[in-house]
């Protein structure tokens, strides 16, 4: 009988059979979960949590620029947000790679939060203010797409007809910017900036480096 076996095969573990982008909603679910539960339970927990300019200045809690980004201050924050990343972070996924979106995103999120601290420091009366969630990296993510595919086109929120991404992602931060202005809503907008800042620095980096890929992947999304 012939034939050809695989001696001591490598299995692939679960997590590795999902997309960093599903790794990522996952821990964000996870998270939020968690530190609520304990925000509700234990005193003065939000401040190992959520970033605070007053504690980032005085060198405390720094590792809040990592774990704020998987916190969000509510149901409807969350939901929002995961659906968000859903479809346009498997798209980023698809085109950067695995590890290259998982260090993107988290570049995003971090530098969301030096934007956001920074901005504090300006504005003495913000440094007691606490700032979480995915909006950052997912800010990131879309000033990515607005350079690499301005003309895909996508859906906003009670928008029934396609929009342009090159147009939809500016839309966005401003739209966001009245609503906090107008509404006096704690929107994190400079976290946002920051994190829009970080995509379409990489994705005009990718452009040059890359000059016919992107331009292929431009037309293909348009």
Known sequence: MGGVYEINPRKKSFFSLLSINSILIFINVLAFIVFTTLISQIPGFID???IKPFNILAGKYIWTFLTSMFMHAGFFHIIVNMFSLFFVGNLVEKILGRKRYLLFYLASGIFAGLLFVFSAFLL?????TYAVGASGALFGIIGL????TPNLPVYLMLIPIPVKM???APG????LWFI??????PIGNTAHLGGFLVGIAYGLYL???YKKKIQY???YFS
Do not use: Q, T
């Open 48 to 50: 190992y949590v959520a």
């Open 124 to 128: 003495p009366s913000e440094l007691n």
């Open 145 to 148: 797409l607005m350079v690499l």
């Open 166 to 168: 090159k147009y939809a």
């Open 172 to 175: 966005m931060l401003v739209v």
């Open 180 to 185: 906090s202005i107008a509404g006096n809503v």
């Open 207 to 209: 452009r040059s480096r």
């Open 217 to 219: 992947i431009s037309k």
